[in-house]
């Protein structure tokens, strides 16, 4: 998920792999293994920053929280900005049983409701 995202911006950005990689001061047979989903990505803040950089990705975008976002998940971590918030925190059990075709309660559908309208 991160490697192939980060491929796709790299390749639409004309960056070559070689090129990308010496910007970050990366190691291209690594860096080639995370975008193939064979080595985790990086977690640290400055180097995804760094990462942002190179590809030209404004720190307040979109794109940007869904770099962050991606190289989270495929090091099987939540997001900081959701571990942060308890309240999203204590929904997340059923947001996971309902991907996992579970029955969520009438309250808890409400519950979630709220949040996403921003009444919650």
């Known amino acids: 998920m991160f490697g192939e995202f980060i491929k796709t911006l790299r390749l639409d950005r004309d960056i070559g792999l070689r090129e990308f990689c010496r910007q970050l ?5 690594n860096w080639s293994k995370i975008e193939r989903g064979i ?5 640290g803040d400055e180097k995804l920053d760094q990462i942002a950089e190179v590809l030209g990705i404004k720190k307040s975008s979109e794109l940007y929280n869904e770099l962050k976002d991606k190289a989270a998940i495929d090091a099987g971590i939540i997001p900081k900005d959701i571990l942060s918030d308890q309240e999203t925190l204590n929904l997340l059990p059923m947001f996971f049983r309902t991907v996992r075709s579970e029955k969520p309660t009438a309250e808890e559908i409400e519950k979630l409701i709220e949040k996403i309208r921003g009444e919650g």
């Open 25 to 29: 001061s990366t190691d291209a047979s």
């Open 39 to 43: 080595l985790p990505p990086p977690q």
